[in-house]
């Protein structure tokens, strides 16, 4: 295959992949917990709500925090993959929130389910 042929299929692949993602989706998030509850931890989701709102460049950002549900399947780790429960988090620390699907966080949308949390030393 020669380097043209090779550079289109890549193009190609990318723009497709582009298109199955909506602009602004992440699948982790790194923050730190706010406020935190026995199922659900509080996070400041500002900058990637402020992203989504199309807001002039001019205005000032409003601060947003969102809420990260922790159910049955939600896995708890340290950054070295041991396992943790909820009880090593805590109001301040700084966290990974992995999400099973990218997730568009907006200032309608800002609920959302972990598949997995790791908690930074």
Do not use: H, W
């Not at 706010?34 to 199922?39: D, K």
């Amino acid at each position: 295959m020669n380097k043209i042929s090779l550079f289109i299929i890549m193009l190609s692949t990318c723009l497709i992949m582009k298109g199955c993602v909506t602009n602004n989706s992440v699948m982790t998030l790194d923050t730190i917990i706010e406020t935190m509850n026995e199922n659900k931890l509080i996070i400041n989701c500002s900058v990637e709500v402020n992203l989504n709102n199309n807001k002039n460049k001019n205005e000032n950002s409003l601060g947003y925090l969102c809420a990260i549900v922790i159910n049955s399947t939600t896995k708890l780790v340290d950054s070295s993959g041991k396992p943790l429960s909820l009880d090593n988090f805590s109001i301040g620390d700084s966290i990974r929130i992995n999400f099973l699907k990218p997730v568009n966080i907006t200032e309608e949308n800002r609920q959302f389910d972990a598949f997995e949390i790791i908690l930074f030393q």
